[in-house]
């Protein structure tokens, strides 16, 4: 052994059952990027001295945090323009896109007025995506004639403006290959409210594109910022358009500051054609991205009314696959899946989730490959108790359910499920009690990214920092060892990884994250507020507060 790096520290969390909990590692030694010792203080003593040493005192380090889920150059796309997250009423979201429209020329070589974020909950209960959905004329005269598109909080629905119908050449109706609409009213006409990718693209085809080296440097800073939080990895659920042109670009100009693990998407009306071409791109790589799986979708979101559910919502909707044959689903679950190739499959609703388990239910042989379901928003005890006997892994985002539900149930989602179905909301709890792996994430850009808050949010059942809200179904917490299993260990099962990552143990990946605070003993509110200290990955340092290393 002749180590490169040693890290000290008081606390070492390794998620490795050879070291528990308050065991006492203090040091870990690393030499090409690869873990080669741990131990205490004492064991470093008789190592090979290590080139560079960094002792981070009191601190905590665990293994390098991993977002199971978010989406780095979408977010780029859909949060251009003016943030209409937090605002409280449908005057406030006017109000915003007035000022937002003042700032961008009617005669200008893009004249869009782009805004995102916009939560249903804010338009009030008579207008919560139901009867009385969002509608263009509730920001026609703010943007005074300009095109507009809104994207919603969800990522999965958007709401056009009149110019920006007439620019798209939209003029009713729209067939599309999957579950995406064009909703219409009485009389046929758009009402400007787009739901799912293909009607959304039909209004952003139009668009200016964003300069390559504008986005080339606002993706830098996005990942950078992953890093800042915590983040050495994330699991990256879609590829698109010029996406690889970007993660090269900044390749090229050194290291990208965390790993990207990505899955292109196979979609509704595609066959083993366009299948064979996606498996073919399977382990593409870089330094420190590769193509390392296949994302499917069964549904939408429960929000706009495109979630699979066994029984409608109280609008009547929800009902139908995002596949308009869902054997074609289970065929291209099928197809991957034998070969090898791992698969995470969005599915929200009850009826979308057991139709994941189906398709995995009747494969002749047991794939080798990591497969998982993203979201799992609603379930009954019966399809957990599938879920636990499928062997996939669960990958759920936290802070969906604290951002953007209440204890109450008074907000758009738990109404248009209704209480026992809310009730049956995010069961992080029951899941991980039947033995599931779950992988935990942030589904940015819908959802803040930093990792320390998801991690309490997910013990607490609320927002973090707002002691005054009420739990939303806490026995659905998690423990903090379970909260930070899911962005370590479980994270690193979810990707088909744990033999090379995870934890700090011999012979694995060198990633690590330094903390402020102890995730396994400060209070959850606490951990939110406290600091990341450090990122490393490959054993080399990624982001550092000043002051915390020699």
């Not at 260990?489 to 102890?518: C, M, N, P, Q």
């Not at 606490?526 to 020699?550: F, I, W």
Request: proline residues 6%; glycine residues 10%.
């Amino acid at each position: 052994m002749n180590p490169d790096l040693l890290i000290l520290a008081d606390t070492i969390h390794t998620m490795d059952a050879t070291f528990l909990p308050g065991d006492g590692p203090q040091a870990v030694a690393v030499q090409d990027g690869v873990i080669v010792a741990v131990g205490t203080r004492e064991d470093a003593d008789a190592w090979p001295a290590a080139r560079q040493v960094l002792d981070f005192g009191t601190a905590v380090v665990t293994p390098g945090l991993v977002d199971c889920h978010l989406h780095p150059v979408f977010g780029l796309e859909l949060m251009r323009g003016v943030d209409l997250s937090g605002a409280q009423d449908l005057a406030e979201v006017r109000a915003r896109l007035r000022a937002e429209a003042a700032l961008v020329p009617a005669d200008a070589g893009d004249p869009w007025v782009r805004a995102w974020g916009l939560d249903p909950n804010s338009l009030g209960a008579s207008n919560s995506m139901g009867a009385s959905a969002p509608h263009r004329d509730m920001i026609d005269d703010v943007v005074d004639g300009q095109p507009c598109l809104i994207r919603l909080f969800d990522g999965h629905s958007a709401l056009a403006n009149s110019r920006a119908l007439e620019l798209a050449g939209i003029t009713g109706p729209h067939e599309f290959d999957q579950a995406s609409e064009v909703v219409c009213d009485d009389h046929g006409r758009p009402t400007g409210l787009l739901l799912e990718s293909a009607a959304i693209e039909l209004v952003g085809r139009i668009m200016p594109e964003e300069p390559f080296a504008d986005r080339k440097v606002r993706l830098a800073e996005v990942l950078a910022s992953f890093a800042r939080s915590g983040l050495t990895g994330a699991h990256v659920m879609d590829l698109g358009e010029g996406s690889l042109e970007l993660y090269r670009a900044l390749e090229s100009d050194g290291e990208l500051p965390l790993r990207l693990r990505i899955s292109p998407w196979c979609m509704p009306g595609t066959g083993e054609e366009e299948w064979a071409s996606l498996a073919s791109q399977i382990g593409a790589r870089g330094r420190r991205w590769e193509l390392g799986g296949i994302k499917l979708f069964v549904d939408g979101t429960v929000d706009n009314g495109t979630a699979w559910l066994f029984e409608p919502d109280i609008y009547g909707q929800s009902t139908a696959s995002f596949w308009p044959q869902p054997e074609e689903y289970a065929n291209a679950v099928r197809y991957f899946a034998s070969r090898g190739i791992s698969t995470a499959t969005h599915a929200i609703g009850d009826a979308g989730v057991a139709a994941v388990l189906d398709a995995f239910e009747s494969l002749e042989t047991e794939s080798p490959a990591a497969h998982r379901i993203e979201h799992i928003e609603t379930v009954p005890d019966s399809v957990v108790e599938r879920f636990a006997a499928s062997g996939l892994v669960a990958s759920m985002q936290p802070t969906h359910c604290t951002h953007y539900s209440r204890a109450d149930q008074g907000d758009n989602w738990s109404t248009r499920l209704g209480h026992e179905r809310a009730s049956n909301g995010w069961r992080c709890g029951d899941l991980r009690s039947v033995g599931v792996t779950l992988g935990l994430g942030s589904d940015w850009p819908i959802a803040p990214f930093e990792p320390l808050p998801i991690i309490a949010d997910a013990q607490l059942r609320r927002r973090s920092g707002h002691r005054d809200e009420e739990a939303i179904v806490p026995s659905q917490a998690l423990t903090a060892l379970q909260a930070l299993e899911g962005y370590t260990s479980h994270a690193a099962k979810a990707a088909g990884e744990w033999a090379i990552s995870g934890s700090i143990s011999v012979g694995k990946r060198a990633d690590f994250t330094v903390l402020e605070a102890d995730p396994l003993e400060v209070d959850p509110d606490g951990l939110a507020e406290s600091k990341v200290l450090a990122t490393l990955v490959d054993g080399r340092l990624q982001y550092s507060v000043a002051g915390v290393t020699p």
